[in-house]
C-alpha cells in the first residue's frame, strides 16, 4: 500500500514563498508520475503542476507557470513544490498524488493521494 505525507503548507503573505513536499512510502510504490492539486472552498479541485518520475518531464498550469517549480528526489521517493511570488488566488488546499500508469493532468488518472496541507496568502 502506498502512503503519501504532504508538509510545508502554511500561511504566507502576498508576494511570499513556500515549498510543499510530498513524501511517498511503501514496499509497492513505484510510481510512474506525481502531481500536485489543489482545491479551494466551493471550488473543483484543479491541476497545478507534474512530474514524471524518472525522466523529469515537467507540465505546469498556466495560472502557476513561471512561479513554481515542481522537482523530486528519486532516492527519497520524494517531489517538491517550491512556491514563489504566491498571490491570495493560490489559497487553497494542496494534494500531492501519484500515478503508476500516466502523466496526467486528470485527477481519475491518479492512483494515490495524499491527505491535503493547507496553502493560505493574505493581501
Known amino acids: 500500500q502506498v502512503r503519501l505525507v504532504e508538509s510545508g503548507g502554511g500561511l504566507v503573505q502576498t508576494g511570499g514563498s513556500l515549498r510543499l513536499s510530498c513524501a511517498a512510502s511503501?514496499?509497492?510504490?513505484?510510481?510512474?508520475?506525481m502531481g500536485w492539486f489543489r482545491q479551494a472552498p466551493g471550488k473543483e479541485r484543479e491541476f497545478v503542476a507534474l512530474?514524471?518520475?524518472?525522466?523529469?518531464?515537467?507540465y505546469y498550469a498556466d495560472s502557476v507557470k513561471g512561479r513554481f517549480t515542481i522537482s523530486r528526489d528519486i532516492a527519497k521517493n520524494t517531489v517538491y513544490l517550491q512556491m514563489n511570488s504566491l498571490k491570495p488566488e493560490d489559497t487553497a488546499i494542496y494534494y500531492c498524488?501519484?500515478?503508476?500508469?500516466?502523466?496526467?493532468?486528470?485527477?481519475?488518472?491518479?492512483?494515490?493521494w495524499g491527505q491535503g496541507t493547507q496553502v493560505t496568502v493574505s493581501s
Open positions: 511503501g514496499r509497492t510504490f513505484n510510481g510512474y508520475a
Open positions: 498524488a501519484a500515478s503508476d500508469h500516466y502523466h496526467s493532468v486528470v485527477v481519475t488518472d491518479y492512483d494515490y
Open positions: 512530474i514524471t518520475w524518472r525522466g523529469e518531464s515537467t
